[in-house]
């Protein structure tokens, strides 16, 4: 994880992650940028649950093209708050989308289009604040639609159950907007709860999230997705975003909050071991099933 | 049966806006439990669809927290991805949809970016749409479901996210929306409907009044000539509430 980091991911690229929106974020991959003090990142994705807070407390991005940054079961995302209302610890940029045209910027990208029209956002400030859409008459028909130009990240980072060695990546369970990211992005990183036999990939390609040749790197990390859920893998760990979300209101309370959940553990397997029992229960309940 | 409480009211309400064999967008909190209360009484051949990729025919058997729990996953009967969704809504093939947001106004426009009014140094920062505004543009009927206070329920939002029924009638339509824009609003205190693309308070809940009502809406309230009490939830619909949001999680966590 740290070599695909340092590797992949540099000061001010332009990432994508959380593309499955609930489900399959890799937050182990947003803990070791913090670890690694990335600046200045440029966030794309659909919601992200608290990943894009995280980083955002932590100091790392400069930009945002997201639908919604937030705490999908516990409210409000206090360091994303903090940022746009108070530029602690830092002033941000941020694009507003809503799930579609974030889907739509990023299938533009994944087809090699300059842009998709739309008939949805018409008429309301989000169409307008955003600054990159543009309203546009059809030229078949004279209809109003608003073109969404394409996103192509420098790098997506897509969580999936398994993969192999070359990077042949099999994601299940709602997608998100995970494939268009994957193809529109110039590298993907895969982080993949196990390794997987190039037979199994062979044997059921349909899972397959993208060509393996879109693929910078494979990192191979169990629980990486923690506290979000991976299907068939472990279930979410709701108490886990309302203790975040109370642990974060302050300042103070969120850098201890990321002392003890990063920067004072080595990587995630040592924040696996610091869950312990609680790690198990999520692991076991959904490999019962 | 305990107290009924404004989030088991609203979640009767909501259901009752979903019609049997239509095709709904489901959305989290309330929506999600009214979803489950319709199928299980007057529209059992319902379907839900979820923006993240999820179309079901039955709900999850277990209270979720997000839309991508596994337990939304797992007995679904189609898993796609959010273009796919959004493009049956685009197409007209959605029959309704369920949003909240933070502030609305008469027009039925939601506010769920940033209150204030330099969206780039906001007072307050919201989590912004998600899905709503695609929802709120291209659905054919759109459902409201917020808190009822007077620095919510303004006269006129700071930001539209989801366009509501615009200035005048026929904007939706020369702005080029296709979905019919919010037909009703359901708060902690009522209902109002949408007439001539202004909300009109229909009913208000069991325990509130016209005057209380009016007392915390942020415009001038226009009041329906039948208006009424909100027909309160059953003994049948509250023990399916109860039973499937036993602590009361989303019921009873003051929407």
């Not at chain 1, 399959?24 to 807070?53: C, T, W």
């Amino acid at each position: 994880m740290a070599e695909a980091v340092r590797r992949h991911v540099p000061d001010g690229a332009r990432v994508a992650l959380g593309c499955a929106l609930e489900p399959a974020i890799p937050f182990a991959l947003a803990h070791e940028l913090v670890r690694q003090e990335r600046r200045d990142l440029r966030l794309v994705g659909p919601i992200s649950d608290v990943a894009f807070d995280l980083l955002i407390g932590a100091g790392c991005v400069a930009e945002i093209d997201a639908a919604w940054v937030g705490n999908v079961s516990a409210g409000l995302a206090h360091c994303y708050r903090r940022a746009m209302e108070q530029g602690v610890p830092r002033r941000i940029t941020v694009r507003d989308h809503s799930n579609f045209s974030i889907g739509l910027a990023l299938l533009a990208g994944a087809l090699g289009a300059p842009y998709i029209p739309t008939r949805s956002l018409l008429g309301t400030d989000l169409a307008r604040a955003n600054g990159t859409f543009r309203e546009a008459a059809s030229p078949f028909d004279g209809s109003n639609v608003l073109l969404i130009p394409a996103i192509e990240p420098d790098v997506a980072v897509i969580a999936v159950q398994r993969s192999d060695e070359d990077g042949n990546a099999q994601l299940w369970g709602p997608w998100g907007v995970s494939q268009e990211a994957a193809l529109a992005a110039k590298a993907v990183i895969v982080v993949a709860d196990e390794l997987a036999d190039p037979a199994v990939v062979r044997a059921d390609p349909n899972r397959t999230i993208a060509p393996a040749f879109k693929v910078a790197a494979v990192v191979v990390q169990p629980g990486a997705c923690h506290p979000s859920p991976l299907q068939d893998r472990y279930d979410r760990d709701h108490e886990f975003f309302h203790e975040y979300h109370r642990a974060t209101r302050t300042p103070d309370g969120f850098d201890a909050w990321v002392r003890e959940w990063v920067l004072d553990l080595p990587d995630h397997d040592a924040y696996l071991a610091k869950l312990g029992d609680r790690w198990e229960a999520l692991r076991n309940k959904e490999m019962a099933r | 049966m305990t107290a009924v409480v404004p989030g088991e009211i609203m979640v009767a309400q909501a259901a009752r806006e979903i019609r049997d064999g239509e095709r709904v967008f489901v959305g989290m909190r309330l929506p999600l439990i009214a979803f489950v209360v319709a199928k299980r009484t007057h529209a059992p051949s319902a379907i839900g669809l979820f923006e993240l990729g999820i179309v079901r025919d039955e709900p999850a058997p277990e209270l979720l927290y997000t839309m991508g729990d596994p337990a939304n996953v797992r007995g679904a009967t189609w898993c796609a991805r959010t273009v796919d969704l959004m493009g049956l809504l685009a197409r007209g093939e959605v029959d309704a949809g369920f949003i909240g947001g933070a502030e609305v106004d008469q027009r039925g426009d939601l506010n769920t970016t940033a209150i204030g009014a330099d969206r780039a140094h906001p007072t307050v920062q919201l989590p912004g749409s998600g899905g709503a505004a695609d929802i709120a543009s291209l659905a054919k009927r759109l459902i409201v479901i917020m808190p009822h206070d007077k620095r919510r329920l303004r006269e006129r939002v700071d930001f539209i996210t989801t366009p509501g029924h615009g200035p005048d009638r026929g904007w939706r339509e020369r702005v080029g929306l296709r979905g019919g824009g919010p037909s009703v609003l359901i708060t902690t205190l009522g209902v109002f409907r949408f007439e001539d693309g202004r909300a009109v308070l229909a009913s208000y809940h069991p325990g509130a009044s016209v005057d209380r009502v009016r007392a915390e809406t942020g415009w001038d309230l226009r009041v329906a000539s039948d208006v009424h009490e909100t027909e309160p939830p059953s003994d049948t619909v509250l023990t399916i509430i109860r039973g499937y949001d036993p602590h009361g999680f989303w019921t009873r966590r003051g929407e």
